[in-house]
């Protein structure tokens, strides 16, 4: 259904993205679930009888992927609320709150640059330019897209929220770690206290001057990419500076490249395109670090003699889970048998939206070899069925 060359690829807003959904719908109801699709066309699922349910807990995560990404990051998440769901029915086991279940859209934030686009318009955060983005392949607007597929458009850019805030008690998330933790500790689970916030810039451009690779002394080059490099190294050095600090702080360049109608061996680049994603626990530490990259920009173009265009910046305050939710998925951890461990995440959820939104909010990682946005994810199935087990015993537990 959305297989790739390589691993798997189910584009944001995207007939394939649809597809999966509708999968998931026709094989809940095939099991007696209750199924129905909110105005921001995420699929929703509960137990028959209670989707009026005042008030309820909400399971879920995403469907979409990047492009040629792995079978796990975002679909377990759901899975794991329907095995909870079907479980309940098979046990006819009462929880004090009715479980739903939510399959959204565009987490990712490979498509449109924006991330958590899904729980944004749901929860009615998304921003005017997050809504101007352009998809990477085919240019047009996420507003387009949006609009192609049937969302309410004109809500969205008023910011309401497509569904009732207010019902939900508290939001749960499983996901696959993103990174070589519990595999360190050898834990097939953990509970997660809190999300990196974030502040992303998907197209940065270095402007230098081109010329004859070997006509050109130094002393008169305009070369951008150097002036890239010279940019990231003094990044590089500044990140072991705040970690030797005890600082919290993760930063990428996921993307660089030259301008292919134009670059040669021969020639001295003009023009480079890079990212910047850069992710921290602590608010301050992403200040900071806005400072910074700006001070080096103006001391890089000086030296350089190139100049920088930062373009659209994109900012995820970082989100702390819900203590008292935390605590009870420690005792549920207990009741299913396991010894409780508690890690941050570095990867953003849209448990961080959810958070945002005043709902109390957690989530459970389950043990992944291979970290994740890769084709390579590799979850043991027993390690995915631990996972699903701690948010059942949080659903029963008395």
Not at 8 to 16: H, K, T, Y
Not at 291 to 308: A, C, P
Request: glycine letters at 10%; a negative charge; aromatic letters at 6%.
């Amino acid at each position: 259904m959305s297989r790739d060359k390589e691993g798997v690829s189910r584009p944001a807003f995207s007939q394939i993205e649809t597809r999966v959904l509708d999968y998931l719908a026709e094989f809940a109801r095939s099991r007696g679930l209750d199924v129905w699709f909110d105005d921001g066309l995420n699929a929703h699922f509960c137990l028959s009888g209670d989707r009026d349910a005042p008030r309820y807990v909400l399971i879920g995560s995403h469907v979409d992927s990047v492009p040629s990404g792995g079978n796990y990051d975002g679909l377990a998440g759901v899975v794991a609320g329907v095995m909870c769901l079907l479980r309940l029915a098979d046990t006819q086991e009462k929880p004090k709150l009715p479980l739903h279940v939510i399959a959204m859209r565009a987490e990712e934030g490979a498509w449109f640059g924006p991330c958590y686009i899904g729980s944004k318009v749901l929860t009615g955060q998304l921003e005017a330019d997050e809504l101007a983005a352009v998809h990477r392949g085919d240019r047009k607007t996420l507003a387009d897209h949006m609009a192609a597929c049937g969302l309410p458009v004109d809500r969205i850019r008023e910011r309401q929220p497509l569904f009732d805030l207010g019902r939900v008690a508290v939001y749960l998330e499983l996901h696959i770690e993103q990174g070589p933790l519990l595999i360190g500790k050898n834990i097939p689970a953990a509970a997660v206290s809190g999300i990196r916030g974030n502040i992303r810039f998907p197209d940065i451009v270095c402007h230098g001057e081109p010329g004859h690779s070997g006509a050109v002394p130094k002393a008169y080059r305009r070369d951008a990419v150097l002036a890239v490099a010279d940019l990231l190294t003094r990044l590089d050095e500044s990140w072991v500076t705040i970690l030797n600090k005890g600082d919290d702080l993760v930063l990428t360049c996921g993307v660089i490249s030259t301008d292919p109608a134009h670059h040669a061996v021969t020639r001295i680049p003009d023009e480079v395109r890079f990212s910047l994603d850069i992710r921290s626990q602590s608010p301050a530490t992403l200040a900071e670090m806005r400072q910074l990259l700006v001070g080096e920009i103006r001391e890089v173009s000086r030296d350089r003699k190139v100049s920088f265009e930062l373009g659209h910046e994109a900012k995820v305050k970082p989100a702390v889970c819900d203590p008292e939710t935390v605590e009870r998925l420690q005792a549920a951890m207990k009741a299913a048998g396991q010894d409780p461990f508690v890690m941050a995440s570095g990867g953003g959820h849209d448990a961080a939206v959810f958070s945002e939104a005043g709902i109390p909010s957690a989530m459970v990682f389950v043990r992944n070899r291979n970290g994740s946005h890769n084709p390579a994810e590799d979850m043991d199935v027993g390690d995915f069925m631990a996972g699903v087990e701690v948010l059942y015993q949080f659903l029963v537990a008395k």
